[in-house]
């Protein structure tokens, strides 16, 4: 049996899918597809330091060019899967072509999701997720003089700092009562809004936009913010269409065990497409991260060759804005005490969250060192810290772990 592992998805996950099923002794041809004309590029950077212009696209690509050859990974770059046919077991690719596999990996990513507010088609109105958006982004901030960002989320918060340090007058407008608060608790949601408005930005909060027209943006209360550029940050969406439409089980997400394994045995799905059961929280969650994309594709790689081992990778993420790196670790959602460590006004600490007595997450600001000792306290399952000594800097946190 040739045993042809097809990976739809050319990013983070399928790359590392693509390297991982090497390194765990997988023989048979591996064939990876992808809609971006690129071979896989790091997309962290594009809001930060690409956009800046202090990265060049050249260090962007997460493999060198020959590891495709090197690693005998057919590729398919710049072009899209458009149907999954799981009774004759083939893809169909955009060019009309049809693929045989044996097993099949999806790697789908997400795509930004782009609210039904009017004008969001007018040519000042910016996404981003792919290189191309990026370099669409850049070319339109070097003329822009103010601009807008609808989404307070990491990156409509990271792209509103790029700009600002680019000199550009800056508006955040979030619907919520809080920047990033899907994902942070409520203090460093107030520390990083006081951060953008201590840089000259306006951080407007239980903000709704009415529409967007060629001058800026039209609020719900009436007020008119002058933008020459508008970019959404409002969110993205898992790619599940392809997925749904040959019958998988899809919410909010592809539906995966803890194997990554699909409703189809002979399927899996792994990264921002995802839907996994996860062992911190005992809920279905999707994660939209590189720690995720990449741990998940090491356990996919692993059930595609025989071994089945459980994800149960602590989560973990980044943010740069302006000179702030925030670094997370586990999920601090249901928190039931917190604690900071270190002291907010020197703009280096951490805050230490726990439930039932047991760490679940910590959020790190300038605290790098927490942030690791966070990472191993939380992959033990023990988790002895307390809070008392979460909270008190003369205790070293190495004991913990
Ligand atoms: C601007 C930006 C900044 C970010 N910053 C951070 C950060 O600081 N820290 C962090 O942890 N994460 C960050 N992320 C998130 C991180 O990049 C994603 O979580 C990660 O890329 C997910 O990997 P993935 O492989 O699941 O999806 P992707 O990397 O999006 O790859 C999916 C690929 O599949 C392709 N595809 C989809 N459908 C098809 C099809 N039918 N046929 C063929 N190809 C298809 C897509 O075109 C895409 O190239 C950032 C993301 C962006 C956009």
Redesign the pocket.
């Known amino acids: 049996m040739s045993d042809q592992i097809v990976i ?9 899918l693509a390297d991982s099923l090497r390194r765990e002794g997988h023989e048979g041809p591996v064939t990876l ?4 004309d690129e071979a ?1 590029y ?7 330091a690409f956009l800046l212009d202090q990265l060049d696209e050249s260090r962007l690509p997460l493999r060198p060019d020959a590891f495709y050859e090197q690693r005998d990974i057919k590729t ?1 770059f710049g ?4 149907a999954i046919d799981r009774a004759h077991k083939t893809v169909t ?2 060019t009309s072509e049809t693929l045989p596999y044996d097993r099949l990996a ?7 999701f782009i609210p039904p507010i009017p004008g969001t088609d007018l040519p000042h109105v910016l996404a ?3 290189l191309a ?2 370099k669409q982004l850049k070319t339109a901030l070097a003329s822009a003089e103010s601009v807008a960002v609808i989404g307070g989320g ?2 409509g918060l ?2 509103a700092a790029s700009a600002r340090k680019m000199g550009k007058t800056v508006t955040i407008i979030e619907a919520l009562d809080r920047v990033m608060k899907r994902a942070v608790s409520e203090p460093v949601s107030r520390f990083f809004e006081a951060l953008h408005r201590d840089h000259g930005s306006t951080v407007l909060l239980e903000t709704l936009t009415e529409e967007i027209t060629p001058g800026g943006v039209r609020l719900k209360n009436g007020d008119m913010i002058p933008a020459d550029l508008v970019v959404m940050g409002t969110g ?1 969406a898992p ?1 599940q ?2 997925a749904m439409a040959s019958g998988l089980h899809c919410e909010n997400g592809i539906l995966v065990d803890e194997f990554a394994r699909t409703s189809d045995p002979d399927i899996v799905a ?5 839907a996994h059961p996860n062992y911190l929280t005992g809920q279905t969650l999707r ?7 990449i741990d ?2 090491k356990i996919a790689a692993k059930t595609l060759t025989g071994t089945l081992e459980p994800y149960r990778a602590v989560p ?5 804005q302006f000179d702030i790196k925030l670094q997370m670790a586990g999920l601090s959602g249901g928190a039931d005490t917190s604690v900071t460590r270190g002291n907010k006004a020197d703009r280096s600490f951490s805050i230490f969250y726990f439930r039932s007595g047991k760490l679940i997450a910590a959020d790190s600001i300038n605290a790098p060192a927490d942030h690791m000792a966070a990472r191993r306290i939380l992959a033990n399952d023990a988790r002895t810290l307390t809070p008392e000594q979460a909270a008190d800097t003369g205790f070293d946190l190495k004991q913990a772990f």
Request: glycine share 8%; charged share 20%.
């Open positions: 739809i998805g050319a990013g983070q996950a399928g790359i590392q597809i992808g809609t971006e896989p790091q997309r962290p950077p594009l809001s930060k398919r072009m899209t899967v458009t690719l955009d999806l790697c789908l990513g997400a795509n930004v981003l997720r792919t958006d990026a990491f990156i990271e792209v993205v790619c269409e392809l792994i990264g921002d497409c995802a994660l939209e991260s590189v720690q995720n994309a998940q594709a973990w993420f980044w943010s740069d």
